[in-house]
């Protein structure tokens, strides 16, 4: 009697664990196939970031070079000198363990169907957003290369074994592209208290008495810190009962911003604290009187919505389809990407304290329905337990690769 063991490598193309985003989605997938019986992980990501400690899971890490350090989220020199290590090690693992998976996400798909061409392990795309737009954004230069872009990721997508976005406008990418089988893996709220009082510690920390416009992660050009700088300087024209707090950043990002907000002579009502803890995001939520993610590039739905509207707090965001495409509007105030109309809503929310309590409620009646841990648990076991179907059917003992590790 064989037990059946299945073995995978999971590809992780950035700084793991940190708090944010992505390496946050590697870590419920993680936790989720730890929950798995019959399954061993290895993880391979890149040299930063901090250690986590799951049943059947080995971590392995890129060199630590003082030229990959400080990796920030986006395309850039230091990610793809990254990526050249990972691709070796990943050829290295493939080819002395018989993996029955590899789970990819961002580029490391490319590694990973490369794996299947040369080994025939097949993959599942981990979607977080979608390569060929994010490149373009990043770098408007490389739209010349746009169709070459879109054929790579259609190329990824197609030879996938299955696809695993997070969201439904990715749904309809795969879709578009050939998806074999895609299941939406949505992002959920983590929050381990959506029910702490607020404690006015914020306020008091930063001298404040005014409601406080809370937003919280990276500073990056597509999150619309610049939208939100500008209709925050709109919006005090017309209050002054709001002050705006930003946690999060680099520094040098926060000695950009902040610039900004001197220009715009809203300095002394903005207010840039740093990152803070992951563990401490309900203490902070729990202070905010109106939570705000002005995001205006993309298509994929950030995650931070959903600890925000977990909360009970009032939620504004940008009505652009990165949030309509699952957030109602009677959920949270979907407002207009330009400062004018974003500016009027901030507003309306900090002068009307029963809408702020209606949308607070709806909100977290909201995300308890579908966006917490049992649920995305439901998704991915679902989608791993078809996975294990398609594999076994394949060969009952497990046995993918073309002379894997003989």
Not at 20 to 49: H, K, M, Q, S, W
Not at 180 to 207: C, Y
Not at 225 to 239: G, N, V
Request: contains cysteine; hydrophobic residues 40%; aromatic residues 8%.
């Amino acid at each position: 009697n064989l037990t059946y063991i299945m073995k995978i490598l999971v590809l992780a193309p950035h700084p793991f664990f940190q708090n944010r985003g992505t390496p946050i989605d590697v870590l419920l997938v993680l936790r989720g196939l730890a929950e798995r019986d019959g399954t061993e992980v290895d993880l391979l990501t890149y040299n930063e970031g901090s250690d986590v400690s799951l049943p059947n899971l080995s971590i392995h890490r890129t060199p630590n070079l003082r030229i990959t350090r400080h990796i920030r989220p986006g395309f850039s020199l230091k990610k793809i000198i990254c990526d050249f290590f990972m691709l070796v090690q990943a050829w290295r693992m493939v080819g002395k363990r018989r993996y029955d998976l590899i789970h990819a996400g961002e580029e490391a798909v490319f590694i990973a169907m490369l794996m299947k061409f040369l080994y025939g392990v097949p993959y599942a795309y981990d979607l977080d957003s979608s390569i060929a737009q994010q490149m373009i954004e990043k770098i408007p230069q490389l739209s010349i290369f746009a169709r070459l872009f879109n054929w790579w990721e259609k190329m990824a997508i197609g030879n996938s074994l299955i696809n695993l976005p997070v969201c439904n406008a990715l749904a309809d990418l795969c879709d578009r592209n050939g998806s074999q089988k895609t299941v939406v893996i949505h992002d959920i709220s983590q929050l381990k208290n959506p029910d702490l009082p607020n404690s006015g510690r914020l306020k008091k920390e930063l001298g404040i008495n005014n409601l406080i416009l809370l937003y919280i992660g990276n500073l990056e050009v597509y999150q619309g810190i610049d939208l939100l700088l500008e209709s925050f300087k709109l919006a005090c024209a017309t209050t002054d009962k709001v002050d705006l707090v930003i946690i999060g950043g680099t520094q040098e990002d926060i000695k950009h911003y902040g610039e900004k907000a001197r220009r715009l002579g809203i300095e002394t009502k903005t207010h840039f604290i740093g990152p803070r803890p992951f563990e401490e995001l309900d203490e902070y939520l729990a202070e905010a009187d109106i939570l705000v993610a002005p995001r205006i590039k993309g298509i994929n739905t950030p995650m931070k919505v959903f600890p925000y509207l977990h909360s009970g707090k009032p939620v504004l965001l940008t009505d652009l389809y990165t949030h309509s495409q699952v957030i109602p509007k009677d959920v949270a105030c979907l407002a207009p990407a330009d400062p004018v109309n974003f500016s009027k809503e901030i507003v309306k929310l900090s002068e009307d304290e029963q809408l702020r309590a209606r949308l607070g409620q709806k909100g977290k009646s909201f995300v308890e329905k579908e966006h917490t841990y049992v649920a995305h648990q439901r998704r991915l076991h679902g989608a791993y337990d078809w996975i294990e179907q398609k594999i076994k059917k394949k060969d009952p003992l497990g046995r993918s690769g073309k002379g894997v590790g003989e």
